[in-house]
């Protein structure tokens, strides 16, 4: 192992504060690989004195061991990944791509779900099949990933998804697809409208695929972040598609994360700090790298009522005492969303007892020094859902007049679960429109239109990310797992030819 590093702080390339390892606290300085196989992207090593990290596509990944793809719910690993020492080795070596591909290439399902049924699924789990329908993911991957500035965010979501392992739950691909209409998506960037202005970047714990961070960088004041996950995919579908011009790390630690104190202007985790099983310790280091100690928890879950997606919630008093005495305020989602339906933000002046609160399931907590923050945002200057490009919302159902060429967009909730979680989008948003095919595709576009204000009062237009999703009604690139598994293994047999007539005297 190196341990001269050829710069002595991080390159600004991949974060823009200094990353520290988090086992020895050292700075961690970066060596750029050889060869650099994707446009935009940066693939290298960081090291220090005890440890050696892999920068994939300029995600750095400071983990140690496996780098599997874990259930956002659990710690339970739903793909098992490459180790970082083989990232390593595959960013070193000729072909730097091929760490990527190891860290996308997630094996297909097996037919008609046989590998989990007795005294079928032998040859599926445990014979050629899963070496020989891995082999082909990894070319499909390959191949995808030479048509990347073609495709979306979605082309991906759906390929983990809905084409991947029987252990992944398919209804994430909604949970997270779906996600820029929903109530606690509004509640949430209503919420953030308190964090600190002008101040440096922020740091989004637990930031999935980045849908926080994108609103942040395209919102009136817009702010910075470096989004902080330990499932890889998650980052690189963030970095590439939905908010690029912000940045990544991959790290699993909730007591040490890779970075110095006060790094950044306040440290924000939404939608997940209530799974987390070392509460205590994420709170301590969430203030640690904070200015003022600043800490914004938006969605926690209220141990007090059903349903739990944890044992580890909490009740409104016990989040409020991993503060260890720091001046705070409390929220709930319930009212941050009839406020932003009413066009005010949120309401922090007057401070609230754990108390007002026994009733109320999702919870948001702010805690700072500085306590400038606690403030009431009386009115929005327009609806913080329409910063960004405005696209169609993909809760619709694109269907289409025979005779006359009309759109018609249908609300229609993808599962029942999704219904059941988000059961207060049919309150605000359109059951269904109707338009003529110019006002359809200029909508697909981006491109204002004169019923643009009116889509957008009723959530069928919202901001979204340019290259986020297929204009609605259009196919996958690939219909089928077994479509994408042919195309790739047919990838994979010419990569194999090439490399052997390479090699030929």
Same mark, same amino acid.
């Given at each position: 192992?190196?341990?001269?590093?050829?710069?002595?702080?991080?390159?600004? =390339?991949?974060?823009?504060?200094?990353?520290?390892?988090?086992?020895?606290?050292?700075?961690?300085?970066?060596?750029?690989?050889?060869?650099?196989?994707?446009?935009?992207?940066?693939?290298?090593?960081?090291?220090?004195?005890?440890?050696?990290?892999?920068?994939?596509?300029?995600?750095?990944?400071?983990?140690?061991?496996?780098?599997?793809?874990?259930?956002?719910?659990?710690?339970?690993?739903?793909?098992?990944?490459?180790?970082?020492?083989?990232?390593?080795?595959?960013? =070193?070596?000729?072909?730097?791509?091929?760490?990527?591909?190891?860290?996308?290439?997630?094996?297909?399902?097996?037919?008609?779900?046989?590998?989990?049924?007795?005294?079928?699924?032998?040859?599926?789990?445990?014979?050629?099949?899963?070496?020989?329908?891995?082999?082909?993911?990894?070319?499909?991957?390959?191949?995808?990933?030479?048509?990347?500035?073609?495709?979306?965010?979605?082309?991906?979501?759906?390929?983990?998804?809905?084409?991947?392992?029987?252990?992944?739950?398919?209804?994430?691909?909604?949970?997270?697809?779906?996600?820029?209409?929903?109530?606690?998506?509004?509640?949430?960037?209503?919420?953030?409208?308190?964090?600190?202005?002008?101040?440096?970047?922020?740091?989004?714990?637990?930031?999935?695929?980045?849908?926080?961070?994108?609103?942040?960088?395209?919102?009136?004041?817009?702010?910075?972040?470096?989004?902080?996950?330990?499932?890889?995919?998650?980052?690189?579908?963030?970095?590439?598609?939905?908010?690029?011009?912000?940045?990544?790390?991959?790290?699993?630690?909730?007591?040490?994360?890779?970075?110095?104190?006060?790094?950044?202007?306040?440290?924000?985790?939404?939608?997940?700090?209530?799974?987390?099983?070392?509460?205590?310790?994420?709170?301590?280091?969430?203030?640690?790298?904070?200015?003022?100690?600043?800490?914004?928890?938006?969605?926690?879950?209220?141990?007090?009522?059903?349903?739990?997606?944890?044992?580890?919630?909490?009740?409104?008093?016990?989040?409020?005492?991993?503060?260890?005495?720091?001046?705070?305020?409390?929220?709930?989602?319930?009212?941050?969303?009839?406020?932003?339906?009413?066009?005010?933000?949120?309401?922090?002046?007057?401070?609230?007892?754990?108390?007002?609160?026994?009733?109320?399931?999702?919870?948001?907590?702010?805690?700072?020094?500085?306590?400038?923050?606690?403030?009431?945002?009386?009115?929005?200057?327009?609806?913080?859902?329409?910063?960004?490009?405005?696209?169609?919302?993909?809760?619709?159902?694109?269907?289409?007049?025979?005779?006359?060429?009309?759109?018609?967009?249908?609300?229609?909730?993808?599962?029942?679960?999704?219904?059941?979680?988000?059961?207060?989008?049919?309150?605000?948003?359109?059951?269904?429109?109707?338009?003529?095919?110019?006002?359809?595709?200029?909508?697909?576009?981006?491109?204002?239109?004169?019923?643009?204000?009116?889509?957008?009062?009723?959530?069928?237009?919202?901001?979204?990310?340019?290259?986020?999703?297929?204009?609605?009604?259009?196919?996958?690139?690939?219909?089928?797992?077994?479509?994408?598994?042919?195309?790739?293994?047919?990838?994979?047999?010419?990569?194999?030819?090439?490399?052997?007539?390479?090699?030929?005297?």
């Amino acid at each position: 192992m190196s341990t001269t590093p050829t710069e002595s702080t991080t390159d600004p =390339r991949l974060a823009p504060i200094d990353l520290v390892c988090p086992e020895c606290r050292e700075t961690l300085a970066f060596t750029p690989a050889s060869t650099q196989p994707l446009e935009g992207g940066i693939f290298g090593v960081l090291a220090c004195q005890c440890s050696e990290y892999p920068v994939v596509d300029g995600i750095p990944v400071i983990r140690q061991g496996q780098v599997d793809v874990q259930d956002h719910m659990t710690e339970r690993a739903e793909v098992d990944g490459p180790t970082v020492a083989r990232l390593v080795e595959l960013i =070193r070596g000729d072909d730097p791509l091929e760490s990527l591909v190891e860290l996308l290439a997630f094996p297909p399902p097996t037919p008609m779900n046989l590998g989990s049924r007795p005294g079928v699924r032998l040859p599926f789990t445990r014979g050629p099949w899963p070496h020989l329908a891995h082999e082909a993911r990894r070319g499909e991957v390959r191949a995808l990933l030479g048509e990347i500035d073609s495709l979306t965010a979605q082309d991906w979501m759906e390929l983990c998804y809905e084409r991947s392992s029987d252990r992944i739950n398919g209804e994430l691909f909604p949970y997270f697809f779906i996600r820029f209409g929903q109530p606690r998506y509004l509640s949430s960037i209503s919420f953030l409208e308190s964090l600190p202005k002008n101040s440096g970047p922020i740091l989004d714990m637990a930031c999935g695929f980045g849908h926080i961070m994108y609103h942040l960088s395209v919102r009136k004041n817009p702010i910075d972040s470096v989004g902080l996950d330990r499932n890889f995919f998650q980052l690189w579908v963030a970095r590439r598609y939905i908010a690029p011009d912000q940045s990544y790390v991959c790290s699993g630690r909730l007591d040490s994360l890779p970075f110095a104190d006060d790094a950044f202007s306040a440290s924000v985790c939404t939608d997940a700090f209530h799974l987390f099983p070392t509460q205590q310790e994420a709170m301590d280091e969430l203030r640690r790298i904070a200015k003022a100690d600043t800490v914004l928890l938006d969605r926690i879950g209220n141990a007090e009522l059903e349903p739990h997606d944890t044992d580890q919630e909490r009740d409104p008093a016990g989040y409020v005492s991993l503060l260890r005495g720091a001046p705070w305020r409390l929220a709930c989602e319930d009212e941050l969303f009839e406020n932003y339906r009413a066009g005010r933000g949120v309401q922090l002046a007057t401070p609230r007892p754990p108390e007002d609160f026994t009733g109320r399931k999702w919870l948001a907590l702010i805690s700072s020094r500085d306590e400038s923050l606690f403030v009431d945002v009386d009115a929005f200057d327009g609806p913080p859902h329409g910063a960004g490009t405005l696209q169609i919302n993909p809760i619709y159902r694109v269907e289409r007049d025979e005779s006359t060429d009309d759109v018609h967009l249908r609300f229609e909730f993808p599962s029942t679960w999704y219904a059941f979680e988000n059961s207060m989008m049919i309150s605000y948003t359109s059951a269904g429109e109707w338009m003529d095919p110019k006002t359809f595709d200029a909508l697909c576009e981006g491109l204002e239109t004169d019923r643009t204000p009116y889509y957008l009062r009723r959530f069928v237009v919202l901001g979204m990310p340019p290259r986020y999703a297929r204009k609605p009604g259009t196919p996958p690139r690939f219909r089928s797992v077994a479509a994408g598994l042919r195309h790739g293994a047919r990838e994979r047999l010419t990569t194999v030819a090439r490399q052997v007539g390479s090699h030929r005297p």
